[in-house]
């Protein structure tokens, strides 16, 4: 019986970058594969990802345990170090790193590194996280072209803030600022994260930088992957492991907030937010049981959920269950969650047993 498995389909991963590819067939792709590859496990992920250019994380550590595993390509740190004793480090595991700030730039000119270091300088045009202000960009990049610390001529991105609204005022206001901060200066360029690569063609320039579409789930607010032509990446399976009538004015989990509005049966499955299927995942939330959509009724528990079968039923005990990806698009999940997708894959807990398929 498959207790809280997730299903890794590299194949589908593989189809994704593709997607990405002819979505932008002259840009190069960093991948992103921060955060354990959106939940579905960086080395596995690191290693399958063939045709993509270099791979982006967020943290130091990270890095260094793709670079240790054997990992070849480049490693971009995209929030940079956060102390400048890791700067050696980034030199020696021969990764690089964006600097997005005045003082990160200080520490790295300050450095004395056994070896140059590619650099990504981030400008922040409006989304106000982090990146450069616009008026410190010249000073910045003047400082570090020449820099015996620097390998090659810095690349330059930003990052937008709504680019999964496609008709938000930001965005274009974002990208002309960016052209116009980057109009004399050499380097390659980068803007578009999945959202961007969908809908906005003019950010593509020389490095795209997809994340969640890559793993088959969809980056604009209001559609789902399959409209995009992407497959998910992720299946999250269990089981059923009990089948019992509740009759009318029963209620049902923790806190009794569901009461059966007639006699029905009740399907139990082995999954719970122990293992990261969300606790706000609401009454309603569809459930895939033999390829049959159910409704979630009753709160999630930490180890189980509980499903409504209506008054007849099929389902017996160890019947395969679908709590997202294929015949179950994880968004539909995500919103009756109040979530979205990145934070659904990006929760699987260790619990749950990978298993990767090609
Ligand atoms: C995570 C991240 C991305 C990818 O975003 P998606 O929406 O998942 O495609 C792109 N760029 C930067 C700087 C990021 O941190």
Redesign the pocket.
């Known amino acids: 019986m498959k207790i809280a498995v997730a299903e890794i389909n590299i194949g589908a991963l593989l189809y994704n970058v593709e997607v990405v590819r002819k979505l932008a067939p002259t840009s190069k792709i ?1 991948a ?1 594969i ?1 955060a354990n590859a ?1 939940g579905h496990g960086y080395l596995e992920v690191a290693e399958s990802l063939t045709n993509v250019d270099a791979f ?1 994380v ?1 943290r130091l550590d990270e890095a260094i345990k793709l670079r240790d595993a054997g990992v070849k390509k480049s490693i971009v740190l ?1 929030e940079g170090f956060f102390d400048k004793d890791e700067l050696m480090i980034i030199a020696e595991k021969q990764l690089e790193t ?1 600097l997005h700030n005045k003082q990160q730039v200080i520490d790295f000119i300050n450095a004395d590194l056994p070896q140059p270091i590619k650099v990504w300088l ?1 400008l922040d045009t409006g989304m106000h996280r982090i990146g450069l202000a616009p008026e410190e960009m010249a000073s910045c990049y003047n400082q570090l072209t020449q820099h015996k610390n620097i390998l090659a001529t810095p690349t330059i ?1 930003t ?1 937008l803030a709504c ?2 609204e496609l008709e938000h005022p930001l965005n274009n206001q974002q990208i002309n600022l960016f052209n116009q901060l980057c109009l004399d200066i050499e380097g390659e360029r980068s803007i578009a ?3 961007a ?1 969908m809908s906005l063609p003019e950010t593509h320039l020389d490095w795209v ?6 793993y088959g789930a969809s ?1 604009m607010a209001d559609s789902d992957a399959a409209e995009h032509d992407l497959k998910p990446v992720m299946t999250l399976k269990s089981s059923v492991i009990a089948v019992r009538d509740v009759p009318k004015g029963g209620s049902v989990g923790y806190g009794a907030t569901w009461v059966a509005k007639q006699n029905t049966k009740i399907a139990v499955v082995a999954i719970g937010y122990g293992d990261g299927y969300p606790r706000n995942a609401g009454n309603g939330t569809p459930v895939l049981i033999n390829s049959i959509e159910y409704p979630l009724v009753g709160r999630v528990s930490m180890d189980m959920i509980t499903v409504d079968l209506g008054q007849s039923t099929e389902i017996k005990v160890g019947d395969e269950v679908i709590l997202w990806g294929e015949g179950l698009p994880i968004e539909r999940v995500a919103r009756h969650a109040n979530s979205i997708a ?1 934070e659904l894959l990006c929760g699987v807990t260790g619990r749950v047993t990978k298993q990767y398929k090609n």
């Not at 930088?209 to 890559?214: A, E, F, L, V």
Request: glycine share 8%.
């Open positions: 960093l992103m921060k959106y982006g967020a995209l964006v981030k991105l990052h680019a999964d994260n999945s959202a690569i930088r997809p994340g969640i579409m890559m980056a990145y």
